[in-house]
């Protein structure tokens, strides 16, 4: 189970190790900041933020420790065959980051049922779909279905967006 | 006793009123159709339908919740069987023999001693549930904070320890999950801790939130730059759906024996039903008179792993009810369920709120009852569930994920959380770190914050409190024997394994 295959360094370990080790003294100093015992309280509001930020820190040093000697224990493969996977695809993966971005932005501009298509649209082509119409048709209808049902049965409100004088027209 | 009976029994009268048998319905409908999708676990269905309920009455909304938490779990291990992609580690024992009983044409009995198997663990493990819990409400009504702030640490240490296949990087997945939990307004003193200014974020992080972000939106990522390209091959279900008369004598001892495993795993804090269908499996294997049929598809490793995580799940109702201590993900957001409606999970809730309580329970064998008529019959819609192509299926999930997330607040700051969560979550995946104890640390850490800060205050800053109250140190004493035992074990056995070298 030890790095038995010799040293083994990987950046991405390295710098996981930093963050995770940096983030818990940020945490713990900040922790410290907060205003102390209040009151009857012998406990303050500071206490668990010191408590978790040692904690981080602490796990952060283990790990960085690990990753310097001869890597992680029971790491995951770095090879992406090793995990049954393929290789990182950079295309695919910022095709999904991006619909999630659009649909943000669109969301409260365009409305709920564009902002999902644009969505379905950016995921599917992410993941190798060679149909962009028809994703964008079903993804429209999908949240637009969603929205219907949302709105009339549930009660909860969504934004119609662009569509409102077309939904609107139709008794919505 | 009777007592339990009569309530009960008031229970089973409001389950099966006819709208809250609906809801019933809806929910094991729903939580098996998004529970059948690969890549969809129990904690991530539950947390995507959580929405659906928002404007429904606290009875009815809970028995769709039970609903979907059995239907989720039943869901994923029809996924399992025909299409070995495991969405959740609980199934990982299933997909060993399942898959392969799939691929010798033994879809059919292979999905059927999953059901079956379900219903009989499902429903034995309610029963005992139902003559656990008051035994447990009695002896939690003496407990104070320093008994449950015990009890949680002994859950953190359990869950972080436990799961994944390390204990640093499961450990820092706790505690990133705690440093999440700070965020928001000090539920003591009314201080703003790690919002930043942000006045979206005093609220604090939402479960939901960070379950679907870690959940849905990291698998997407992961699986669109690692997997969108492999192709999975699903196993049709040729031959009958019914089990021989010898898969029914090998099924029924793994049923029991699985619950017998099972229940007790669930009610302790152990990350819910990964543990028990491991230990089922491996117990499947050593007691089976077909050795050579492991590994090829022994109806054992299907029949045990699948009961046992069924009464698993039973069993982590048992903590959950009674002491409101979540231990798996699917609690910690069935928990968030429960505080949406203002309902606080703990041995009080069995004397303010007993009939909602007991309504909830009976409304579990009601579940399971309709899982088993509905499920198997409607085999063949599951199987076009599975159909759906992998672009459309995650680009629907993503819809669904957000719509999640937004519906809540109807807030922009909770899709950026959603899609920050989403990177988290790529990157522990990558990289080995379990994402359900970062969930569990979430909900369970200002919980735990809150009884060390009261125990504190009743004993006056007096540390020791913990100690020298006996069931909080029996608590404490075993989480710190879980933690030292392993290491030293395995210290033993790699000098012992060293040794022979070094002469």
Same mark, same amino acid.
């Given at each position: 189970?030890?790095?038995?295959?010799?040293?083994?360094?990987?950046?991405?370990?390295?710098?996981?190790?930093?963050?995770?080790?940096?983030?818990?003294?940020?945490?713990?100093?900040?922790?410290?900041?907060?205003?102390?015992?209040?009151?009857?309280?012998?406990?303050?509001?500071?206490?668990?933020?010191?408590?978790?930020?040692?904690?981080?820190?602490?796990?952060?040093?283990?790990?960085?420790?690990?990753?310097?000697?001869?890597?992680?224990?029971?790491?995951?493969?770095?090879?992406?065959?090793?995990?049954?996977?393929?290789?990182?695809?950079?295309?695919? @993966?910022?095709?999904?980051?991006?619909?999630?971005?659009?649909?943000?932005?669109?969301?409260?501009?365009?409305? @709920?049922?564009?902002?999902?298509?644009?969505?379905?649209?950016?995921?599917?082509?992410?993941?190798?779909?060679?149909?962009?119409?028809?994703?964008?048709?079903?993804?429209?209808?999908?949240?637009?279905?969603?929205?219907?049902?949302?709105?009339?049965?549930?009660?909860?409100?969504?934004?119609?967006?662009?569509?409102?004088?077309?939904?609107?027209?139709?008794?919505? | 006793?009777?007592?339990?009976?009569?309530?009960?029994?008031?229970?089973? !009268?409001?389950?099966?009123?006819?709208?809250?048998?609906?809801?019933?319905?809806?929910?094991?409908?729903?939580?098996?159709?998004?529970?059948?999708?690969?890549?969809?676990?129990?904690?991530?269905?539950?947390?995507?339908?959580?929405?659906?309920?928002?404007?429904?009455?606290?009875?009815?909304?809970?028995?769709?919740?039970?609903?979907?938490?059995?239907?989720?779990?039943?869901?994923?291990?029809?996924?399992?069987?025909?299409?070995?992609?495991?969405?959740?580690?609980?199934?990982?024992?299933?997909?060993?023999?399942?898959?392969?009983?799939?691929?010798?044409?033994?879809?059919?009995?292979?999905?059927?001693?999953?059901?079956?198997?379900?219903?009989?663990?499902?429903?034995?493990?309610?029963?005992?549930?139902?003559?656990?819990?008051?035994?447990?409400?009695?002896?939690?009504?003496?407990?104070?904070?320093?008994?449950?702030?015990?009890?949680?640490?002994?859950?953190?240490?359990?869950?972080?320890?436990?799961?994944?296949?390390?204990?640093?990087?499961?450990?820092?997945?706790?505690?990133?999950?705690?440093?999440?939990?700070?965020?928001?307004?000090?539920?003591?003193?009314?201080?703003?801790?790690?919002?930043?200014?942000?006045?979206?974020?005093?609220?604090?992080?939402?479960?939901?939130?960070?379950?679907?972000?870690?959940?849905?939106?990291?698998?997407?990522?992961?699986?669109?730059?690692?997997?969108?390209?492999?192709?999975?091959?699903?196993?049709?279900?040729?031959?009958?759906?019914?089990?021989?008369?010898?898969?029914?004598?090998?099924?029924?001892?793994?049923?029991?024996?699985?619950?017998?495993?099972?229940?007790?795993?669930?009610?302790?804090?152990?990350?819910?039903?990964?543990?028990?269908?491991?230990?089922?499996?491996?117990?499947?294997?050593?007691?089976?008179?077909?050795?050579?049929?492991?590994?090829?598809?022994?109806?054992?490793?299907?029949?045990?792993?699948?009961?046992?995580?069924?009464?698993?799940?039973?069993?982590?109702?048992?903590?959950?009810?009674?002491?409101?201590?979540?231990?798996?993900?699917?609690?910690?957001?069935?928990?968030?369920?429960?505080?949406?409606?203002?309902?606080?999970?703990?041995?009080?809730?069995?004397?303010?709120?007993?009939?909602?309580?007991?309504?909830?329970?009976?409304?579990?064998?009601?579940?399971?009852?309709?899982?088993?008529?509905?499920?198997?019959?409607?085999?063949?819609?599951?199987?076009?569930?599975?159909?759906?192509?992998?672009?459309?299926?995650?680009?629907?999930?993503?819809?669904?994920?957000?719509?999640?997330?937004?519906?809540?607040?109807?807030?922009?700051?909770?899709?950026?959380?959603?899609?920050?969560?989403?990177?988290?979550?790529?990157?522990?995946?990558?990289?080995?770190?379990?994402?359900?104890?970062?969930?569990?640390?979430?909900?369970? !850490?200002?919980?735990?914050?809150?009884?060390?800060?009261?125990?504190?205050?009743?004993?006056?800053?007096?540390?020791?409190?913990?100690?020298?109250?006996?069931?909080?140190?029996?608590?404490?004493?075993?989480?710190?024997?879980?933690?030292?035992?392993?290491?030293?074990?395995?210290?033993?056995?790699?000098?012992?394994?060293?040794?022979?070298?070094?002469?």
């Amino acid at each position: 189970m030890m790095a038995a295959g010799g040293p083994r360094r990987s950046p991405a370990e390295v710098a996981i190790s930093a963050v995770v080790l940096v983030l818990g003294i940020g945490v713990a100093v900040i922790g410290r900041s907060l205003s102390g015992k209040q009151g009857y309280a012998l406990v303050g509001p500071d206490m668990m933020p010191i408590v978790v930020g040692i904690g981080l820190s602490i796990l952060g040093a283990w790990l960085l420790v690990e990753s310097l000697s001869g890597g992680w224990r029971n790491p995951e493969p770095d090879v992406p065959e090793e995990r049954g996977d393929h290789a990182f695809i950079p295309g695919a @993966f910022l095709w999904v980051l991006g619909g999630l971005a659009t649909q943000m932005v669109l969301v409260h501009t365009a409305g @709920f049922v564009i902002a999902a298509g644009a969505l379905f649209f950016c995921v599917a082509r992410g993941f190798g779909s060679l149909r962009p119409l028809r994703d964008l048709v079903i993804g429209l209808l999908l949240g637009l279905v969603v929205f219907l049902f949302f709105v009339k049965f549930l009660n909860v409100n969504l934004p119609a967006g662009l569509l409102k004088p077309l939904l609107g027209a139709a008794g919505i | 006793m009777s007592e339990t009976f009569t309530a009960l029994l008031n229970g089973f !009268g409001l389950a099966l009123a006819p709208i809250n048998l609906l809801w019933g319905l809806i929910g094991v409908t729903l939580g098996t159709a998004i529970g059948v999708l690969p890549g969809v676990g129990p904690a991530l269905t539950v947390a995507m339908l959580l929405p659906l309920t928002t404007k429904l009455e606290p009875v009815g909304a809970l028995i769709m919740f039970a609903g979907i938490y059995y239907g989720a779990m039943y869901g994923g291990s029809t996924t399992t069987i025909l299409l070995n992609t495991p969405g959740e580690s609980a199934s990982l024992a299933t997909a060993l023999e399942g898959n392969k009983m799939a691929k010798n044409g033994r879809a059919g009995p292979a999905l059927a001693t999953a059901a079956i198997g379900s219903f009989v663990a499902g429903s034995i493990a309610t029963v005992l549930l139902t003559l656990l819990a008051p035994i447990v409400v009695e002896i939690a009504i003496a407990f104070g904070p320093a008994e449950y702030f015990a009890l949680m640490i002994f859950a953190f240490v359990t869950v972080a320890a436990v799961l994944g296949s390390s204990t640093v990087r499961g450990l820092a997945s706790l505690f990133l999950g705690l440093l999440f939990g700070l965020v928001g307004i000090d539920s003591q003193t009314g201080q703003a801790r790690f919002a930043f200014g942000v006045p979206e974020l005093l609220d604090g992080v939402d479960v939901v939130v960070m379950a679907v972000g870690l959940f849905a939106v990291g698998e997407a990522l992961y699986m669109a730059a690692y997997q969108s390209r492999s192709r999975e091959e699903m196993q049709a279900i040729r031959g009958s759906l019914w089990m021989s008369r010898s898969d029914w004598r090998r099924s029924w001892p793994a049923w029991l024996r699985a619950t017998a495993i099972g229940f007790p795993f669930g009610t302790i804090p152990a990350g819910g039903t990964e543990v028990p269908t491991f230990l089922s499996y491996a117990l499947e294997k050593k007691l089976t008179r077909y050795p050579e049929e492991f590994g090829n598809g022994a109806i054992e490793g299907v029949a045990g792993p699948e009961a046992a995580n069924n009464a698993a799940s039973a069993g982590v109702l048992v903590p959950l009810l009674t002491l409101g201590i979540p231990t798996s993900a699917t609690a910690a957001i069935l928990l968030a369920a429960f505080q949406n409606y203002g309902i606080q999970p703990g041995p009080l809730l069995f004397v303010s709120q007993a009939e909602l309580v007991w309504t909830l329970i009976a409304s579990l064998y009601v579940g399971n009852i309709l899982l088993l008529v509905l499920n198997l019959p409607l085999i063949g819609i599951w199987v076009k569930v599975l159909e759906v192509p992998k672009p459309q299926l995650y680009a629907g999930i993503l819809i669904f994920a957000t719509l999640g997330a937004y519906s809540l607040h109807q807030s922009i700051v909770d899709l950026l959380v959603l899609v920050g969560f989403g990177l988290l979550g790529f990157i522990m995946r990558r990289h080995g770190f379990p994402t359900a104890p970062a969930v569990i640390g979430l909900i369970l !850490g200002p919980m735990a914050e809150t009884q060390l800060r009261r125990a504190l205050s009743i004993s006056q800053g007096d540390m020791t409190v913990f100690l020298t109250r006996p069931l909080s140190a029996v608590f404490l004493v075993i989480t710190a024997l879980l933690v030292i035992v392993p290491f030293a074990v395995r210290h033993y056995r790699r000098r012992r394994q060293d040794a022979p070298q070094a002469a």
